[in-house]
């Protein structure tokens, strides 16, 4: 039987567990800045690297797409990523440099390529991304030659939308507080309640979606990028509980920001182990 968690009172125990790493988190993913850049008209040059973005098929808002770069090993990799095909020229170390993105676009750095000089990452897509929308990739390549680096662009390749995987919601129940602006000094509250003895893992992230996460059927409804951190064990008796008390007169958050959690309940079944996920709920600063 688990517990309801609606029926819980509105002040709880003290318990240790502190998601507080998980709201840092969420406050680093959700700023992004973008390069200096001009859109130019010139040309848009394609260089010597070979980029590959899959599947081929349209993809589910959320879901990751494999992103395979070829080119001098040892080369650092950024991918850049935009909604807007055409030239635009970025200062570079050994000159201007024309890509085949224009603004908005965003750089995501995947490192240097191995001695092979072939990668394959996952990189995470928009989770809300309508049907249809299309997202451009190109990398550059970043090799460590005297006296300058020398750059090196990609040909573009581009993913489709459809639409996105059903999230169904399990038995396991969330409850965050406070249910409006969490205030200078507040105090946020989890609750958790699910099978007692589940080991619960909280996930959150600053948009809602549906994420497939790499187990049969199981679908996290929240967008990429989010965290997902250890949060304790439920008790015999009642939910799991974390209380925060924050600082006061130190503003909680950025303004604006609303993160989403979902958390998951991993426990002893007949058949095995069980994973039960549960609702979604929000704090907002």
Wanted: one cysteine or more; glycine letters at 12%; proline letters at 20%.
């Amino acid at each position: 039987m688990i517990p309801n968690v609606t029926e819980m009172p509105r002040t709880l125990p003290k318990k240790e567990a502190k998601p507080m790493r998980l709201i840092r988190f969420v406050f680093g993913v959700a700023g992004w800045t973008l390069p200096t850049c001009l859109v130019s008209s010139q040309p848009c040059p394609q260089g010597n690297v070979l980029l590959s973005v899959s599947p081929d098929t349209p993809v589910a808002p959320g879901s990751p797409v494999a992103v395979t770069v070829s080119g001098t090993p040892g080369a650092e990799v950024v991918l850049l990523q935009g909604p807007i095909l055409g030239p635009t020229t970025l200062p570079g170390p050994a000159g201007p440099l024309t890509i085949c993105l224009e603004p908005p676009f965003g750089p995501l750095p995947l490192g240097p390529l191995p001695p092979s000089g072939t990668m394959t990452v996952p990189v995470p897509t928009p989770p809300g991304a309508p049907p249809g929308f299309q997202l451009h990739f190109q990398a550059l390549t970043v090799a460590p030659t005297p006296p300058v680096p020398t750059v090196d662009t990609s040909n573009p390749d581009t993913v489709t939308f459809g639409s996105p995987p059903a999230c169904p919601l399990g038995a396991a129940q969330l409850m965050v507080l406070p249910d409006g602006v969490v205030p200078a000094g507040g105090t946020i509250v989890f609750a958790v309640a699910a099978p007692p003895g589940s080991l619960v893992l909280l996930a959150g992230g600053p948009s809602a979606g549906a994420t497939p996460l790499p187990l049969p059927g199981l679908v996290l409804c929240l967008g990429m990028p989010f965290g997902i951190q250890f949060f304790g064990f439920v008790p015999p008796a009642g939910p799991l509980v974390a209380i925060q008390a924050l600082p006061p007169g130190v503003p909680p958050g950025p303004p604006g920001l609303t993160i989403h959690f979902q958390a998951l309940a991993i426990f002893a079944s007949p058949g095995g182990l069980g994973i039960e996920t549960s609702n979604t709920d929000t704090l907002s600063f």
